[in-house]
């Protein structure tokens, strides 16, 4: 049935972490072709975000809640959405593929279902990009993503139709027209890249040595998440911690809080290879990709090449400042020269001609199925709860009420337990593999 062009679209999302859940809940409100009632619906997990990261995100939901993998399949059996976004990890998103055409099996009039990437694509570009297929529309951030998504698939054999050209939604901002007083130089920190303790405290050095070479800039150390906190990515050696003890310069500050709000008194973005530069490149604020680890996939910020923003701290000290190339900025979707209120025409245009389809929408219909992956599906569907067919594994986490006050207790314990494992006991094991 066509969907009524004045009430508002019925919206969830569906997200496993607090950075997915900002990409989530942006896209969906700047695809939608109208306006929008959104139910957020978190994953429970390792990265489930905290209260103040959600806070700190600074994007708002009409509900939330926290679900296991059958809870948000029993709730999408129940609830009439005209839209889901899944901002989830590959495997999430094709379990939850798999998961939804089971329950939507007798629904002709299931929901147009979204996915993508929060940010670069810079590592297991297939083995992501066919754990997504099956969704109406996946999401390409640039137009180079858009044409790496479609060889992929074409590649495999797989219909390629879905992959929609958009931009990375949590752009914006006023752009930046001059020098702050004092010059503000911020590093963007990075859960995990580098990995190494003594890769991240040579940067922290760095920084150090920054600010003490320029004591009339004020140099910030913007960090993701406070100790025992998760995001996307495991954090195994917070900055935070490695900071400890030393004799930070009175001009060198260790800064929490939205990425944006940051940015708007910032001249120079320093960092490996975080998203966070091309929201800088964004407002035209100068930014440099690091060198000094070397410019290498593991990094990330081979993806930068031939952006003209690499440079090495050495470079940096003695006072350069990157320049961006234009050409490489419009093929990555940073949209700088103003086109970014055009990016999300296509993907709303797309998503208003699927609510309309006479009829309804076809099943769910993923690349990856029992017949063409056996010895993989199974396992990443089972990670989730689920069987081969979609359907919850017996004994699969009670679905349909909240926890009591015990399980509760029990599910924080394990998670610091987890925490404490990643970020304390992991490194001593790895150092004493070293030795």
């Known amino acids: 049935m066509p969907a009524s062009a004045t009430k508002p679209l019925r919206v969830a999302v569906l997200a496993d972490s607090d950075t997915r859940w900002k990409w989530g809940t942006l896209t969906a409100k700047r695809v939608a072709p109208r306006d929008i009632r959104l139910d957020g619906y978190l994953l429970r997990g390792r990265a489930t975000p905290t209260a103040r990261q959600l806070g700190e995100v600074g994007v708002r939901a009409d509900s939330l809640r926290e679900v296991t993998a059958a809870g948000f399949l029993r709730a999408m059996r129940e609830e009439p959405y005209d839209v889901l976004v899944l901002a989830l990890v590959g495997g999430g998103v094709q379990a939850m593929l798999h998961g939804l055409r089971r329950v939507w099996e007798d629904r002709p009039d299931r929901p147009v279902v979204v996915t993508g990437y929060v940010g670069v694509v810079y590592e297991k570009l297939t083995d992501g990009l066919l754990l ?144 966070a530069a091309l929201e800088a490149l964004h407002r035209r604020v100068p930014t440099a990709v690091l060198t000094d680890l070397g410019v290498r996939e593991a990094l990330g910020n081979h993806h930068f090449t031939g952006s003209g923003c690499l440079a090495s701290w050495d470079q940096l000290d003695a006072g350069h400042r990157p320049v961006a190339d234009p050409l490489w900025l419009t093929r990555q979707g940073v949209a700088a020269d103003g086109s970014y209120a055009t990016a999300f025409d296509t993907a709303r245009a797309r998503i208003a001609d699927l609510l309309d389809a006479p009829g309804g929408l076809p099943p769910l219909a993923p690349y990856y199925t029992p017949v063409t992956a056996p010895g993989y599906l199974p396992g990443v569907l089972a990670r989730h709860h689920l069987a081969p067919d979609g359907t919850p594994l017996p004994g699969a986490p009670a679905a349909g009420r909240e926890p009591g006050p015990v399980r509760r207790i029990v599910r924080r314990t394990a998670r610091g337990a987890y925490r404490h494992g990643v970020q304390r006991v992991a490194p001593v094991i790895r150092r004493m593999g070293e030795l």
């Open 132 to 275: 997504r297929h099956g969704a109406d529309l996946v999401l390409a951030n640039s137009r180079q993503d858009a044409e790496r998504f479609r060889a992929v698939y074409e590649g495999v054999g797989a219909d390629a139709g879905a992959v929609t050209e958009v931009a990375l939604p949590f752009l914006g901002g006023e752009p930046h027209t001059g020098e702050h007083e004092p010059c503000t130089v911020v590093f963007a920190a990075q859960p995990s890249v580098p990995e190494t303790r003594t890769d991240r405290t040579y940067l922290l050095d760095r920084l150090v040595r920054h600010a003490r070479l320029h004591p009339e800039r004020e140099v910030l150390l913007k960090l993701r998440s406070r100790p025992g906190e998760h995001t996307t990515h495991i954090e195994e050696l917070p900055y935070q911690k490695l900071a400890r003890g030393l004799d930070l310069p009175d001009n060198l500050r260790l800064v929490y809080g939205h990425m944006g709000e940051v940015l708007d008194r910032t001249d120079l973005l320093v960092t490996v290879s975080s998203t």
